[in-house]
């Protein structure tokens, strides 16, 4: 049956809303499917879920910046890394002898829920990055694992750095190229201390 808008059934005889529920409790499966390169750096971890969560809001964040559709650079980060809940995470040292079909699996996950047709056009979109949105996030992608390296770069770990400025190499976007530039510069804890009232440190103790 595929995606056909007027069948409510796929060939396996589930309906639309159960391929529906099927598919979110695939999508739940990324926030048990760990991101594997933080084994090389020695430290940090993540699941694929936060990195998507992060993604999408540096896409955002982006797509403001550049005056480019906000909702189209959302979806291609919130999509862009789905098909590992049934691929699982490849780091850059696990690409150079392991290959995966993204869109394959994508797709099989989509069957019969009737959203296939605009996802895998995001994808397609996103891997070609020919629109300013695909490489905007494309740029979010390397960002958000950039923002996590920062922290671990504060925190002590001198490798976090090469990291790093291996992902500025693979910004495409000047908006991309100039919030790195930010986050590279910014200390990860300093949005905690500007609160409204420097004195609020002084009274936390409810001292006047």
Same mark, same amino acid.
């Given at each position: 049956m595929g995606d056909d808008p007027i069948s409510t059934v796929d060939m396996t005889g589930r309906d639309r809303l159960t391929r529906m529920a099927d598919f979110l409790f695939e999508v739940s499966m990324l926030r048990r499917t760990p991101r594997t390169g933080y084994q090389f750096l020695g430290s940090g971890s993540e699941n694929v879920a936060e990195h998507s969560f992060g993604t999408a809001m540096i896409g955002y964040t982006l797509a403001r910046m550049a005056g480019a559709d906000e909702g189209k650079t959302v979806l291609l980060c919130l999509f862009h890394d789905v098909h590992e809940a049934r691929t699982g995470d490849?780091? &850059?040292?696990?690409?150079? &002898?392991? /290959?995966? $079909?993204?869109r394959r699996a994508l797709a099989d996950g989509l069957k019969g829920t009737g959203m296939s047709g605009p996802v895998l056009k #995001?994808? $397609?979109? =996103?891997?070609?990055?020919?629109? #300013?949105?695909?490489?905007?996030?494309? $740029?979010?992608?390397? #960002? $958000?694992?950039?923002?996590?390296?920062?922290? =671990? =770069?504060? =925190? +002590?770990?001198? &490798?976090?750095? *090469?990291?790093?400025?291996?992902?500025?190499?693979?910004?495409? /976007?000047?908006? +991309?190229?100039?919030?790195? *530039?930010?986050?590279? /510069? /910014?200390?990860?804890?300093?949005?905690?201390? #500007? +609160?409204?009232?420097?004195?609020?440190?002084?009274? *936390?103790? +409810?001292?006047?």
């Open positions: 490849f780091n &850059y040292v696990a690409k150079l &002898y392991n /290959t995966h $079909d993204s #995001l994808h $397609d979109e =996103l891997e070609e990055a020919l629109s #300013l949105e695909a490489r905007l996030a494309q $740029d979010a992608d390397q #960002l $958000d694992l950039m923002v996590n390296l920062k922290e =671990l =770069l504060d =925190l +002590g770990n001198p &490798y976090a750095r *090469k990291w790093m400025d291996c992902a500025v190499e693979r910004l495409r /976007t000047p908006q +991309g190229r100039e919030l790195a *530039k930010a986050i590279m /510069t /910014t200390d990860h804890t300093d949005w905690w201390f #500007l +609160g409204p009232d420097a004195c609020w440190w002084e009274r *936390k103790n +409810g001292k006047e």
